[in-house]
């Protein structure tokens, strides 16, 4: 049942285990933000999605979300999360929240050129060269992290806001 919802909110509950969400295949949004979600397989059938909310949970691995190519928005942030690479396929995101995580290598972000907001504060990113082909950006925020140069922002000529804060900037 409920098989025709596009819209649904379990944010801030104790779910573990999301498996019965699979067939709830009409879904375009989904909110699950503060759960204690690791496992996120499921997600793979849920190819409608374009908003999903995953933040403050306990994921490591996100490769399923390869299948998820109709997202534009992804909050991903204060998870386990390190390898970012499935990302390079989801070229229609405007809004990427990666923040809080593990993660060092941010290349695969250069394919994103539709982004607008990215958060990646509170990482371990010291090399932002990817950045540079993400000219729609208007919001960034690369807080908390290793970074010492920034040249390569001088091409982001959109950004309104821009956090820097907390790096090794001199």
């Known amino acids: 049942s409920l098989t025709q919802l596009s819209t649904l909110d379990l944010s801030v509950n104790q779910i573990s285990d999301i498996d019965a969400l699979q067939s709830l295949t009409q879904l375009t949004e989904l909110y699950l933000s503060s759960n204690q979600i690791s496992d996120i397989g499921v997600l793979q059938s849920l190819t409608q999605l374009t908003t999903l909310h995953l933040r403050v949970n306990q994921i490591s691995d996100i490769g399923v979300l390869q299948s998820l190519t109709q997202l534009t928005t992804l909050h991903l942030g ?21 923040s809080v995580n593990q993660i060092s290598d941010i290349g695969v972000l250069q394919s994103l050129t539709q982004l607008t907001t990215l958060y990646l504060g509170d990482n371990k990113i010291s090399d932002i060269g990817a950045l540079q082909s993400l ?16 040249g390569v922002l ?4 959109q950004l309104t806001n821009l956090d820097l804060s907390g790096n090794q900037i001199s």
């Open 78 to 98: 204060s998870n386990k999360i390190s390898d970012i690479g499935v990302l390079q396929s989801l070229t229609q995101l405007s809004t990427l929240d990666l």
């Open 135 to 150: 000219t729609q950006l208007t919001n960034l925020d690369l807080s908390g992290n290793q970074i010492s140069d920034i």
């Open 154 to 157: 001088q091409s982001l000529t």
